[in-house]
């Protein structure tokens, strides 16, 4: 028997931006962080900043526009408009929380990136919008008694009664196991890009929400779009650092071994296209041999060190100076669009059970997100599930259940980054994905039903159904894009396998 302890309001899984914003909008909470607060989560390394129409020439519907457009027609509308329309007063919000975002003569100084019409990022410091928000958020955050924080605490199993109904979460805390039973549990534990050899994320970001509630038997929704970021910084470092798209967007360019600047070869907008053209022109510059660089010696130069610190140090610990050199780069995986199925509030299927922040798939990012619409989504989505999640008062239920879920060995955990960043990388095919698939479920019979394996094997067999190129999935056997139908699944009885049972699919 583990020890048990019961909470009146709801459990958050994760200590990102959106578990941070739905604590202080549930009011009273209590938070598991796996690592210690403002580290391990995506949220704090983020460096772009929040897109919102806040320009005197920008319109909320401006914005929606370039999200559906970004989103290769799988976003839901609904929610695109509710993201825009809530994302001044979500900045706003953040600064009057202490959010040092830059400002001139009073305005939030906006900047542009790839694939917006109007100059509509908010940052700080240039590229620290990330760590300065989260700073301001775990400042509110411990102070606020009613909020309480377990770090070292990472969840092994979502507790559910016999009618699948959620009623708390078996966790590890400082080793322990503790069954914590609560009225309902906010999943906030962020994406997957630890599955993957290259990453921008931290690497204790691997799917285990997500493996979690597909566990559980919760919905999750298009989980084969991952988005690769196009400049991760290639010095060997994992993860690896970024290279921030604003600096695309003050004028730095990409060019190959040889100087030559070539994504006007691949897309009109050249350096300004959307994220998964210049992923694959740099992939496919790579793969010929030619090399891909951003040369920002023209367009930022001396300025770099103050315009983009956090880029500048990360250059310099790899004994690069971006002023005057080139510097490498790779895409790397960056963001997941895919996630547990939620609606507006962020409830899943599963009763009792909400989800906020990357590992949600609100339907807001389609196929491929907008850059800079993740923090946002993070605080307005994040928010949403927070009040919602409180306002559930019910007594939790008694668990069927209590076994942990099995953990990933680490040696198993290389293996399988290597092969999804092989198999299930910025270029897909079916060989490459069937290859895939029969490894991750060999895994699983070696190892058990690993919540990283779990999602692993989501994101695969996905991959695998999606006869076609859309977003941030790209088939090199299907290249052509299909019918608009976004991917519901869930795990079939006994884990069996996705292909046999097959993935459901609902028309938009
Ligand atoms: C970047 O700064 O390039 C990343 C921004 C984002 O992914 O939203």
Redesign the pocket.
């Known amino acids: 028997m583990h020890n048990r302890l019961t909470f009146d309001g709801p459990v958050i899984l994760g200590a990102g931006l959106a578990g941070l914003t739905a604590a202080i909008e549930a009011k009273r909470a209590l938070v598991l962080s796996p690592t210690p607060l403002a580290t391990g989560c995506s949220s704090a390394w ?4 929040m ?1 919102a129409a806040l320009a005197a020439d920008d319109t909320p519907a401006l914005h929606a526009a370039d999200t559906a457009a970004a989103g290769a027609g799988l976003c839901d509308v609904e929610a695109v408009e509710l993201l825009t329309r809530e994302g001044p007063d979500a900045v706003r919000a953040l600064a009057a929380l202490g959010a040092p975002f830059d400002t001139k003569d009073g305005d939030f100084t906006l900047s542009l ?1 790839a694939a917006h019409s109007k100059a509509r ?1 908010a940052r700080v410091g240039g ?1 620290g919008a990330g760590a300065a928000i989260m700073a301001a958020v775990i400042a509110a955050v411990r102070a606020t008694p009613a909020i309480e924080i377990r770090e070292n605490a990472r969840a092994r199993r979502l507790l559910q009664d016999a009618s699948g109904r959620v009623v708390g979460v078996l966790a590890e805390i400082d080793g322990q196991l503790v069954e914590i039973l609560s009225p309902t549990v906010i999943l906030a534990t962020g994406g997957v890009g630890g599955l993957y050899a290259v990453t921008t994320t931290p690497a204790e970001v691997r799917g285990e929400g997500l493996g979690l509630a597909a566990l559980a038997g919760a919905v999750i929704a298009d989980p084969e779009f991952v ?1 690769f ?1 196009p ?1 991760a910084i290639d010095i060997g470092r994992d993860p690896a650092p ?6 695309r967007g003050e004028g730095a360019i990409l060019r190959n071994t040889d100087a030559r600047a070539f994504m006007a070869d691949y897309h009109p907008a050249a350096e300004l296209a959307p ?1 998964d053209i210049v992923a694959r022109a740099i992939h496919a510059e790579r793969a010929a041999g030619r090399g891909a660089f951003l040369d920002a010696t023209t367009a930022v130069g001396a300025h770099f060190p103050h315009e983009f610190p956090a880029v500048f140090e990360a250059c310099r610990a790899g004994g690069i100076d971006p002023r005057r050199e080139m510097i490498p780069v790779t895409p790397a995986v ?2 997941h669009m895919g996630g547990v199925a939620t609606d507006l509030d962020g409830r899943t299927s599963l009763p009792a059970l909400y989800a906020a922040g990357e590992c949600a798939a609100t339907g807001v990012h389609g196929a491929n ?7 946002l989504e993070a605080v307005v989505f994040g928010a949403r599930a927070g009040r919602a999640a409180a306002s559930e008062h019910h007594a939790p239920g008694q668990p069927v259940s209590l076994a942990p879920m099995p953990d990933l060995p680490a040696d198993v955990l290389q293996i399988l980054r290597k092969a999804m960043s092989r198999d299930a990388g910025v270029i897909r095919d079916a060989a490459g994905l069937t290859r895939l698939l029969d490894q991750i479920e060999a895994l699983e019979s070696a190892h058990g039903p690993c919540p990283p394996l779990i999602a692993a094997r989501l994101i695969v067999a996905a991959a695998l159904t999606r006869e076609e190129s859309r977003g941030g999935h790209f088939r090199a056997d299907f290249p052509a894009t299909a019918a608009p139908v976004r991917t519901f699944a869930t795990l079939p009885p006994g884990l069996g396998s996705l292909r046999e049972s097959g993935l459901q699919y609902a028309a938009e």
């Open positions: 983020a460096q772009g900043g897109a990136e990022v590229d988005q970021h400049t970024l290279a921030t798209e604003a600096l994220r960056h963001y997100r907008l850059a800079s619409n993740s923090l």
